[in-house]
C-alpha cells in the first residue's frame, strides 16, 4: 500500500472495524482524522461518497454522544452543525435524510 488513496481507504477500514466492533471513541477520531486528511486529497484521487460516508459515519457518532448527555451534547453541537453543513456541500439529496 503505498499510494495516499490506499492509506486512505485503508484507515477508513479501520474506522468501519473498529465502529462495528463497538469501539466508537476509536472510530470517531479515525474519522474526524479521515474527514481532516480528505481536503489534502485531489479529487481525481478519491470519490465524494466515501468522504460523504466518512462525515456521516462520524456525525452519527457524535449524535450517539450528545445523547448520552446534555453537557456532551452543548460540547458537540457545533461540530455536529459542522459536518451537516459538509454533507449538504457534498450531496443535498443523500444530507437531507440526515437533517431529519
Not at 17 to 32: R, S
Not at 69 to 81: F, H, P, Y
Request: some cysteine.
Amino acid at each position: 500500500i503505498t499510494s495516499v488513496r490506499s492509506r486512505w481507504l485503508l484507515r477508513l477500514l479501520r474506522a468501519r472495524i473498529a465502529e462495528q466492533t463497538g469501539k466508537n471513541e476509536l472510530a470517531q477520531h479515525l474519522l474526524a482524522d479521515l474527514g481532516t486528511d480528505a481536503a489534502g486529497i485531489p479529487l481525481a484521487q478519491w470519490e465524494t461518497g466515501l468522504l460523504f460516508e466518512v462525515k456521516a459515519r462520524h456525525l452519527r457518532l457524535l449524535r450517539m454522544k450528545a445523547g448520552r448527555s446534555e453537557t456532551d451534547k452543548n460540547r458537540l453541537q457545533s461540530a455536529m452543525d459542522r459536518l451537516l453543513a459538509e454533507l449538504i456541500a457534498i450531496d443535498p439529496a443523500r444530507a437531507a435524510v440526515l437533517c431529519a
